[in-house]
């Protein structure tokens, strides 16, 4: 077969490739500046999502305990991503180029995820993966830059993990401002180019009730990224819970369940609180929400529950703010009048 030299099978390769060439500063090409009344009625494009919701254009950090599945996760949305359909079993996603870097992988191991993930259907040729690539600042930007254009139509890219690719830090420099560096080059491709680029890193063992503060390294690295995600074990009848925020996503957390035989993450429906507490909890919890200000009486009577195990359950579900008092019954917090 005769090879296409606009669209060679490596990403970077001394000897192979033509040499890396720099990216044009983007200023050349975006306005930077504006009067208020120019930008107030500029129209600017909506953001482009590579997983509506969830990725958008620009750095996303996904973080999470070793052996969690940020791998599988961040795997499966690059089929899905590369094929089109549907991500996570719900979220409909538009087809493009991905570029995955499984940098702690071999093919054959990457083939085995794979033929999980996919079962019968076939794998998509818009899926380019590679298990090698420089650092960022080494030649690494310049690589990723040259596949992007080769693939104009590009949609995700993938760096699992980042830690793979970050690069020395300067002389001198802090810790955040080496780990806000560390993201300003991947941030530079994915503004210059209008793409996602994923960054799966690690969180800190220490557990913290702001997500924020788990992701391993310094605030640096949430700071200059776009959005962070992280993935983090749950309890109940779901098997983690993506927290994510970010600068164009708005702050939410999805419960989500993984099937070990397909190597599938699944997005499940309603609120993440309904399947990271046990049956008794989480069925008290979906009838206060449809009927707010339900006293324990009546949430026996709806839920066919024990009354005496209603009024424990609410009680202790008060005590973990899962349930507000309110006017002797009980609302769900941020919902019908109720603050925790």
């Not at 509506?52 to 620009?58: A, M, V």
């Not at 499966?76 to 087809?95: C, K, W, Y």
């Not at 002389?171 to 994923?198: E, F, N, T």
């Not at 429906?269 to 324990?296: F, M, N, Q, S, W």
Request: aromatic share 6%; glycine share 10%; hydrophobic share 40%.
């Amino acid at each position: 077969m005769t090879e296409d030299p606009h669209n060679p099978p490596y990403l970077y390769s001394a000897q192979a490739a033509p040499e890396p060439r720099p990216l044009q500063p983007a200023q050349q090409r975006i306005r930077t500046a504006w009067t208020a009344d120019e930008l107030m009625a500029t129209e600017f494009p909506a953001p482009k999502w590579a997983v509506p919701g969830i990725i958008s254009e620009g750095v996303n950090l996904l973080a999470g305990p070793p052996k969690v599945g940020k791998s599988w996760l961040s795997l499966g949305l690059a089929l899905s991503v590369a094929a089109g359909g549907t991500a996570m079993d719900s979220v409909p996603v538009d087809g493009g180029p991905v570029l995955y870097l499984a940098l702690e992988d071999t093919p054959r191991r990457l083939q085995t995820r794979m033929g999980k993930i996919l079962g019968n259907e076939r794998a998509p040729s818009g899926l380019t993966l590679a298990t090698s690539c420089p650092p960022l600042p080494q030649g690494g930007s310049e690589a990723i830059a040259q596949w992007v254009e080769r693939n104009p139509e590009a949609r995700m890219v993938v760096i699992d993990v980042f830690a793979k690719m970050r690069g020395n830090s300067a002389p001198g420099a802090s810790a955040y401002d080496a780990d806000y560096a560390a993201v300003g080059h991947a941030k530079r491709i994915a503004d210059h180019y209008g793409i996602a680029v994923v960054l799966v890193h690690h969180v800190r063992k220490a557990a913290s009730d702001d997500f924020l503060a788990e992701v391993s390294g310094t605030n640096g690295l949430a700071g200059a990224a776009d959005a962070t995600l992280v993935l983090k074990r749950a309890r109940g009848q779901a098997d983690g819970v993506l927290h994510v925020t970010g600068r164009d996503v708005d702050e939410a957390e999805y419960a989500l369940r993984f099937y070990a035989e397909a190597g599938a993450w699944q997005l499940l429906e309603g609120p993440a609180a309904d399947h990271t507490i046990g049956d008794t909890r989480a069925t008290i919890l979906r009838y206060v929400r449809e009927h707010p200000g339900a006293k324990p009486k009546q949430i026996a009577e709806g839920t066919r529950l024990q009354p005496d195990l209603v009024r424990q359950s609410c009680s202790r579900m008060a005590n973990d703010v899962q349930l507000i008092r309110k006017a002797g019954g009980y609302v769900v917090p941020g919902e019908n009048g109720g603050q925790g």
